[in-house]
T-cell receptor
Framework: NAGVTQTPKFRILKIGQSMTLQCAQD?????MYWYRQDPGMGLKLIYY???????DKGEVPNGYNVSRSTTEDFPLRLELAAPSQTSVYFC??????????FGPGTRLTVT | GENVEQHPSTLSVQEGDSAVIKCTYS??????FPWYKQELGKGPQLIID?????GEKKDQRIAVTLNKTAKHFSLHITETQPEDSAVYFC????????????FGPGTSLSVIP
């Protein structure tokens, strides 16, 4: 099993650009999550999904969108990137809301 | 809203000493409390968890204790080693319509050889 994979690993965006962060898992987990982690800080939940077709907002959803058309994939869309979105983004998955398996992260810089 | 507090934010110990990290939670219905370790440049990884029907759980040098009445739980690491140096996060599962897990702000542990 590859576990949770994220692409890209690094990305630099200009203000106002858009991009999609990809996340995939091969463990047949129904729950998937997107977090952001600012330098020296904890994890803030952006969006989560409890199954294909079901998504809900977390603590910091503004400026982001998600979709969940399959069990395996949970992409995060950034529209009109802003410097405040500079962060490390982690995707995670779990079987129900128990142990979460995290991906390696995407380091995003918006300048 | 619901939150999880964690103390201390930084902790430095001598190799071989014990380290204790404490967390409190606000949702009295929470029933699952995991601890994650995050090494530099990596995603967090579960190291131990505890459910509300037990008061203590051990796994080699790591133990977690839970006091549901006081709504706090603690991570204990004994005989610390340099490879224990990392950021540790506690978390609590909320009993909302879709069970969500809220993370504490993290503790940066440094083990000095």
């Amino acid at each position: 099993n590859a576990g949770v994979t994220q692409t890209p690993k690094f990305r630099i965006l200009k203000i106002g650009q858009s991009m999609t962060l990809q996340c995939a898992q091969d463990m047949n987990h129904n729950y998937m999550y997107w977090y952001r982690q600012d330098p020296g800080m904890g994890l803030k939940l952006i969006y989560y999904s409890v199954g294909a077709g079901i998504t809900d907002k977390g603590e910091v959803p503004n400026g982001y969108n998600v979709s969940r058309s399959t069990t395996e994939d949970f992409p995060l869309r950034l529209e009109l990137a802003a410097p405040s979105q500079t962060s490390v983004y982690f995707c995670a998955s779990s079987y129900v809301a128990n142990e979460q398996y995290f991906g390696p992260g995407t380091r995003l810089t918006v300048t | 809203g619901e939150n999880v507090e964690q103390h201390p934010s930084t902790l430095s110990v001598q190799e071989g000493d014990s380290a204790v990290i404490k967390c409190t939670y606000s949702d009295s219905a929470s029933n699952y409390f995991p601890w994650y370790k995050q090494e530099l440049g990596k995603g967090p990884q579960l190291i131990i968890d505890i459910r509300s029907n037990v008061g203590e759980k051990k796994d080699q040098r790591i133990a977690v204790t839970l006091n549901k009445t006081a709504k706090h739980f603690s991570l204990h690491i004994t005989e610390t080693q340099p490879e224990d140096s990392a950021v540790y996060f506690c978390a609590a599962k909320l009993r909302t319509s879709y069970d969500k897990v809220i993370f504490g702000p993290g503790t940066s542990l440094s083990v000095i050889p």
